[in-house]
């Protein structure tokens, strides 16, 4: 079974450009999440799907962070424009029922560098 | 609130040596507890997890016992090998409302022969 994928896995900007990134989950899993990873922070939610309705967003930016999930398949995340603040490693992650009360299996991760 | 407060590291042990990670929680209701694990290089993995008070999650040799008494969900293992170096985060996952996570802040392992 594919695990999760994301892409790209590293990503170099400056401050005020414009990221996209880009999810899909396992085949089949109804609930998809993004969550930031700042370095030598644990990860945290940013925003959880259901199909392609959104359960949760009440940490993401709304200023700058955008994310949708048409179709209810895969998912793109993105911010426009980016902070310094931003640097971090963007996870996807995804289970497979539609109350996210199944294991959650990360992908690998989107390395963000804004200078 | 909800968090997860996780014993700073780094830690580093000997081959076969005792590891004790401490991970205590707060949170309202009843939530789940997860230890995950992330190996150099690779994603978060699920190690094991525990769903109500007094269970005991394992998986590879790791244990943990979630404790309501104390909100703790410590992470053992009896003898250590250094595969077993990595980052492990712990996590509740708090009930209803979407379930969504919170994770601590990590705890790197350093194993070393």
Redesign the interface.
């Known amino acids: 079974e594919a ?2 994928a994301q892409s790209p896995r590293y990503k170099i900007i400056e401050k005020r450009q414009s990221v996209a990134f880009w999810c899909n989950p396992i085949s089949g899993h109804a609930t998809l ?1 993004w969550y930031q990873q700042i370095l ?6 940013l925003i ?1 799907f259901q199909n392609n309705g959104v ?2 967003d009440s940490q993401l930016p709304k200023d700058r962070f955008s994310a949708e999930r048409l179709k209810g398949v895969d998912s793109t995340l993105k911010i426009q424009p980016a902070k310094l603040e931003d640097s971090a490693v963007y ?1 996807c ?1 995804s289970s497979l029922d539609l ?3 199944d ?7 989107t390395r963000l560098t804004v200078l | 609130g909800n968090s997860v407060t996780q014993m700073e590291g780094p830690v580093t042990l000997s081959e076969e040596a005792f590891l004790t990670i401490n991970c205590t929680y707060t949170a309202t209701g009843y939530p789940s507890l997860f230890w995950y694990v992330q190996y150099p290089g690779e994603g978060l993995q699920l190690l094991l997890k525990a769903t109500k008070a007094d269970d005991k999650g394992s998986n590879k040799g790791f244990e943990a016992t979630y404790r309501k008494e104390t909100t703790s969900f410590h992470l053992e293992k009896g003898s250590v090998q250094v595969s077993d170096s990595a980052v492990y985060f712990c996590a509740l996952r708090k009930p209803n409302t979407g379930n969504q996570f919170y994770f601590g802040t990590g705890t790197s392992l350093t194993v070393i022969p």
């Open positions: 695990g999760v999440y030598g922070q644990g990860p945290k939610l959880q359960v949760d996870l992650a109350m996210g009360t294991t959650q299996y990360f992908g690998p991760g």
